[in-house]
DNA sequence: CTCTTATTGAAAATAATTATCATTATCAGT
DNA sequence: ACTGATAATGATAATTATTTTCAATAAGAG
């Protein structure tokens, strides 16, 4: 596995954790080149397909490791659809929120939701003390659309 | 386990079920019994104890079977917490958003979120053609607000 | 270069869910 | 009510996803 000079979004990865404190591996530096370049959903097994391409010896347990090391540093987020919870993605920069591709899992980020006062009704109504909320969008992404279209 | 003829939430789902042209056992009963009246988010280990009291040789099988049928008939849905995506409530009637406790899993239901202009534009500008979203509200329950309190 | 110890992969263990199958029970049609 | 076709059931086994254990390895501070 080579090592990069020029900054890419993996090489950000690894400074991050490093900075947090963890040890960088071959097995470490393939998993995060896999999913930190990447904006569909992945789930550990297809990580591990990919990843081990670039680490041959590289074991799925460790893909659950790193995958575990990522979310803790806020690089990585799960990713939730109808079937599961068990993909990831690179992390939301900021408040942001996904939009999800329900044919190919591709993702991407928008913000500008502006929901403050309705939470804020709702938080009073119900003596709810609300701390956090969640927004997902889900279609099809404009690749998949004109598959969609042609097939 | 006894046959009630009062109308509750339990006979409508028991109706909405037969309508749908699936046989109605003490099992399904005692499942749809401990699922529609109730407002916490459950698991399906959760609901085979429950329900166990009700039909003693409930099987734990019949309880994801039975989910499946409420599922497809649109009687539950599941919820997306933190940990996982394994529990259900009673599927919010019509456009509903669901404010989930993270202390106890109560589950409130609320409406009224106006984003149809900011899905357009994401939309739009993305090439995604939006099929559906999904809103969740996060926090503490009144009782869970006390509790803390109290320490 | 050395030493401490975090990290690794193989293997086993655990947990969650699904498939198989013989038996039972629902309910539509008499 | 009775009957028969067959959906539903529970016990068991199989499968899948994830976690734990552990001895060997290798990262990186000093
Ligand atoms: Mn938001
Ligand atoms: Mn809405
Ligand atoms: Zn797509
Ligand atoms: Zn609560």
């Not at 010896?57 to 540093?73: A, S």
């Not at 927004?135 to 998949?144: A, E, N, P, R, T």
Request: proline share 3%; glycine share 8%.
């Amino acid at each position: 596995m080579l090592t990069q000079n020029n900054t890419t979004v993996a090489t950000e990865w690894l400074d991050r954790l490093k900075a947090s404190g963890y040890r960088l591996t071959d097995s470490t530096r393939a998993v995060v080149q896999v999913v930190a370049e990447n904006s569909f959903a992945l789930e550990p097994a297809q990580i591990f397909i990919s990843a081990r391409q670039l680490s041959p010896h590289l074991g799925l347990v460790t893909v659950y490791r790193t995958l575990d090391k990522l979310e803790e540093t806020g690089l990585v987020q799960r990713v939730h659809q109808l079937n599961g919870c068990h993909a990831y993605v690179p992390a939301a920069p900021g408040h942001q929120h996904l939009l999800v591709c329900r044919s190919c899992s591709r993702v991407e980020y928008f913000s500008g939701d502006d929901l403050d006062e309705l939470f804020g009704q709702v938080g009073r109504e119900r003596g709810f003390l609300i701390q956090d909320h969640w927004l997902q969008l889900y279609g099809l992404c404009s690749v998949c659309q004109k598959e969609e279209a042609a097939g």
